[in-house]
């Protein structure tokens, strides 16, 4: 789960370095030589290239890497390789010597291919990837997956476009504030780094006896990670209101999400269900870990809920498990996104968890309201009050002490 975490910012960053004004054919020559540099230990890529699709074929427009053979200066936009992209959006050919494959047809050399389309008819374009000795299926799959949302979103879908007063008008209005559970202290704070941003938290009151809450944090923020927000929110709210399994919840809004062309699909979610007893049921799908600090061992480890699965979107199946735990008499749980612990000073450093810890580990008989105001105080101030670089979100759940007889 952390490997695909890392992976899906490391490209997040490469999209965030983009110029999208630019035409698409240049942004796209851009990337690819970027994305090989980045990508290429870590992928095991040999070259990649960029064909652009005219009336009726497609024509070479970059070649990057050491393809180590002739390429093909154009495809057919009927053959066996282009159909099959243009059918699945993302498809590897692992054995070259199959039948149909871009080496057996003349058109590549002889390695395993891995490709993806982005844009939308006129204007599509397949990017090759060789794949050299020791690349990985699973990390092909995913990365690529991932490139082919990004571009979805972020440079050829115009259904993204909106007013951005609306949109954060709607974001507003998902973030409701915590519900009263007896027997406990709920509170929670979310600050955009633009008007309108990605990162959210909900709650769900089921009866007096439980209660769903969750927080989550998109890929990027602004517009396009605001509308996959909405689209997650409404999904996990109807999956709730169905009584569906968690586990089987958070399956069905992946599949969902990866299918969706509105949003850049890419989300960390961690949701939980906690009885009034502190029983809590929940699923972690690639965020950050939420922690809880025990009153028993003050100076203690906390305990950390990563059990789930990867960040949702880039897959179209993904997999998830439910956790347990137990939050006691007096203990504290904190949920919160990358925008706090990523603060960085001017030296580039960053707040990180350890002073997130010890902020709670100072006194947990606080409120958690307090709990709250005092860890954002301190990630602000560690910026030297500088604008938020990131979204930053924080859910503090707190049980009540039982009171002494």
């Not at 851009?30 to 497609?58: G, H, M, N, P, V």
């Not at 406990?184 to 769903?212: Q, T």
């Not at 305990?303 to 956790?323: C, D, Q, S």
Request: charged share 30%.
């Amino acid at each position: 789960m952390e490997t695909a975490k890392l992976l899906y910012r490391r490209l997040d960053s490469l999209f965030g370095a983009l110029n999208s004004r630019r035409p698409q054919k240049q942004v796209l020559e851009s990337f690819i030589e970027e994305s090989f540099r980045t990508l290429k230990d870590d992928l095991r890529l040999r070259a990649a290239l960029l064909y652009s699709e005219r009336r009726d074929d497609l024509a070479l427009a970059k070649v990057v890497g050491e393809p180590g053979g002739k390429v093909a200066e154009t495809l057919d936009a009927a053959s066996n390789p282009v159909r099959l992209v243009y059918q699945h959006r993302v498809y590897i050919f692992r054995d070259p010597d199959a039948e149909g494959t871009p080496y057996k047809l003349g058109l590549l050399p002889r390695f395993p291919v891995a490709a993806i389309v982005v844009g939308r008819r006129p204007t599509r374009h397949i990017l090759f990837y060789l794949l050299d000795l020791g690349w990985q299926f699973d990390e092909v799959d995913f990365s690529l997956n991932t490139v082919r949302a990004a571009f979805g979103s972020r440079l050829f879908d115009a259904r993204v476009r909106g007013s951005v007063r609306e949109a954060a008008e709607i974001q507003q209005s998902l973030l409701e504030e915590p519900p009263d559970f007896p027997g406990y202290e709920i509170a929670a704070r979310s600050l955009p780094a633009e008007e309108v941003g990605g990162d959210f938290f909900d709650f769900h009151a089921f009866d007096e006896d439980m209660l769903g809450l969750a927080i989550g944090d998109a890929s990027g923020h602004g517009l396009p990670a605001a509308l996959l927000v909405r689209d997650v929110v409404t999904g996990l709210r109807m999956g709730l209101e169905k009584e569906l399994k968690i586990a089987t919840v958070f399956a069905k809004l992946n599949r969902v999400i990866h299918r969706s062309n509105l949003s850049s699909r890419f989300i960390s979610v961690f949701y939980g269900e906690l009885e009034a007893d502190g029983n809590l049921i929940y699923v972690n799908a690639g965020h950050q870990p939420p922690l809880v600090f025990s009153t028993r061992e003050p100076d203690g480890p906390t305990l950390e809920l990563t059990t789930g699965g990867t960040v949702i979107g880039p897959l179209p199946e993904a997999k998830f498990r439910r956790g347990f735990a137990r939050i006691r008499p007096g203990e504290v749980l904190v949920m919160c996104t990358d925008g706090i612990l990523e603060r960085r000073d001017p030296k580039g450093e960053f707040f990180g968890e350890e002073r997130l810890r010890a902020l709670v580990r100072e006194d947990l008989e606080v409120s958690a309201e307090a709990l709250l105001e005092r860890i954002f105080g301190a990630s602000y101030a560690f910026g030297r009050e500088r604008p938020w670089e990131d979204d930053a979100t924080m859910v503090v759940v707190r049980r009540l002490p039982v009171a002494p007889p």
